[in-house]
């Protein structure tokens, strides 16, 4: 009788552990990086067209500060939630030849790759494309339009 009420006293006297705190997966935290890099989920996966952020001149590949800066910030945020496999497609207006958009859009590409793997990305997770003027976003015929057609894409690999 007295093991029965001890081991009843000792059940009373245990008291719930406090709830952990929910942590959020690293699925999550992936997505919610995502999303706040300006990520949109597509048909071919997590997008990024830096169309409105990341223009090129024409005739350029090259990176101003400003840009640098952009894709240094994405890639920062990337890397800290561990996506590091990433397609990256260069593209072009639709000024000039088609060869010379293809080389010219895979320059581009490989610039913001270079910029990526300068804050640690692996390049061995990185494929670039030159898309040429194979998809355009704009309209070619008005500057505008082929200012817009100037950019990088960034779409999020998971395999």
Same mark, same amino acid.
């Given at each position: 009788?007295l093991?029965?009420?001890?081991s009843?006293?000792?059940?009373?006297?245990?008291?719930?552990?406090?709830?952990e705190p929910?942590?959020?997966?690293?699925?999550?935290? #992936?997505?919610?990086?995502?999303?706040?890099?300006? !990520?949109? /989920? %597509?048909?071919?996966?997590? +997008?990024?067209?830096f169309?409105?952020?990341?223009?090129?001149?024409?005739?350029?590949?090259?990176?101003?500060?400003?840009?640098?800066?952009?894709?240094t910030?994405?890639?920062?945020?990337?890397?800290?939630v561990?996506?590091?496999?990433?397609?990256?497609e260069?593209?072009?207006?639709?000024?000039?030849?088609?060869?010379?958009?293809?080389?010219?859009s895979e #320059?581009?590409?490989?610039a913001?790759?270079?910029? !990526?793997? /300068? %804050?640690?990305?692996?390049? +061995?997770?990185?494929?670039?494309?030159?898309?040429?003027?194979q998809?355009?976003?704009?309209?070619?015929?008005?500057?505008?339009g082929?200012?817009?057609?100037?950019?990088?894409?960034?779409?999020?690999?998971?395999?």
């Amino acid at each position: 009788m007295l093991a029965v009420s001890f081991s009843m006293t000792l059940t009373a006297c245990q008291s719930t552990p406090p709830a952990e705190p929910v942590q959020e997966s690293l699925r999550q935290k #992936q997505i919610r990086t995502l999303q706040e890099q300006g !990520f949109i /989920q %597509t048909d071919e996966g997590w +997008e990024l067209s830096f169309a409105d952020k990341l223009l090129f001149d024409s005739n350029q590949y090259v990176l101003n500060d400003k840009s640098r800066a952009v894709v240094t910030k994405v890639s920062k945020a990337l890397l800290s939630v561990g996506l590091v496999k990433m397609r990256i497609e260069g593209h072009a207006d639709k000024s000039g030849r088609d060869a010379y958009n293809t080389q010219l859009s895979e #320059q581009r590409a490989n610039a913001v790759a270079d910029a !990526f793997t /300068q %804050t640690g990305i692996p390049r +061995e997770g990185l494929l670039v494309r030159g898309m040429g003027t194979q998809k355009p976003i704009a309209d070619n015929a008005t500057p505008e339009g082929r200012a817009e057609n100037r950019r990088v894409c960034i779409i999020i690999v998971t395999d």
